[in-house]
């Protein structure tokens, strides 16, 4: 199996993430990636397989698939153990819904804030920071009543928020200090065997071209 991710991708960091916690032996593959001209040359894989030309992609055999959920929902069927899934109907489209809400509604504002590379004098950087907030103190109520995003288990919402988190502090924004639940959270996502070595490598890449590194 081969997974291409990229240096500096969120959407990669929760493909990966996924492959080390399923314990897959996994090719990883960084495609080729600077600040400037950002994901040119395109790999050749990643034109092949993705329509929409992003990363990440896996490649299992003859299955070529893109979209880091779509790949967490074929780990999940393939390699069903140990389950990041709930195995309940209900509980499994709850934490469904919340890794859709890390990704398409706290992480676009993390988007809009890079669209003004961070400036806080634009009216679109205040919109964001006032959306990153309100999104911090609504999971810290939720890990306020339970260990985990989506439940006392460890799940792909994790990841989802997980990783979303971590970028968004790469612009300097870390959850408020009080938010104690998140930050206890965040804590022991970035401890797990799986999740620790990834926080190092991304981190590095952070430091190495001088930008905030998060502080977990
Ligand atoms: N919904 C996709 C988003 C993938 C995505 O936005 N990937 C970024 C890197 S984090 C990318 O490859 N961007 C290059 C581009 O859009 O040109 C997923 O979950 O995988």
Redesign the pocket.
């Known amino acids: 199996m081969k997974l291409l991710s990229?240096p500096?991708?969120?959407?990669?960091m929760?493909?990966e993430i996924a492959v080390a916690e399923k314990g897959i032996a996994c090719e990883v593959e960084l495609v080729p990636f600077n600040l400037f001209e950002?994901?040119k040359p395109l790999h050749p894989d990643?034109e092949r397989v993705n329509p929409?030309?992003?990363?990440?992609v896996l490649i299992d055999g003859d299955l070529e698939i893109?979209?880091?959920?779509?790949?967490f929902e074929y780990l999940e069927d393939r390699f069903p153990a140990p389950a990041l899934w709930p195995r309940d109907a209900g509980a499994r489209a709850r934490a469904r819904r919340a890794e859709l809400h890390a990704?398409e509604i706290f992480f676009p504002h993390f988007i809009a804030l890079m669209r003004v590379l961070g400036d806080r004098s634009k009216p679109e950087a205040e919109v964001a920071l006032r959306g990153i907030s309100a999104e911090y103190r609504a999971l810290d109520g939720i890990l306020a009543g339970q260990a985990h995003v989506a439940g006392e288990a460890f799940t792909y919402a994790d990841i989802a928020w997980f990783c979303a988190s971590f970028f968004t502090s790469f612009l300097g924004d870390e959850p408020e200090e009080g938010l104690v639940h998140v930050h206890g959270w965040r804590k022991r996502v970035a401890a797990r065997p799986a999740v620790a070595p990834l926080v190092s490598r991304f981190s590095a890449y952070l430091a190495e071209n001088r930008m905030p590194v998060p502080r977990i």
Do not use: E, H, N, W
Request: no cysteine; net charge positive; proline share 4%.
């Open positions: 990229g500096l991708s969120m959407f990669g929760k493909a950002r994901y990643v929409k030309r992003q990363v990440p893109f979209d880091s959920t779509q790949i990704d």
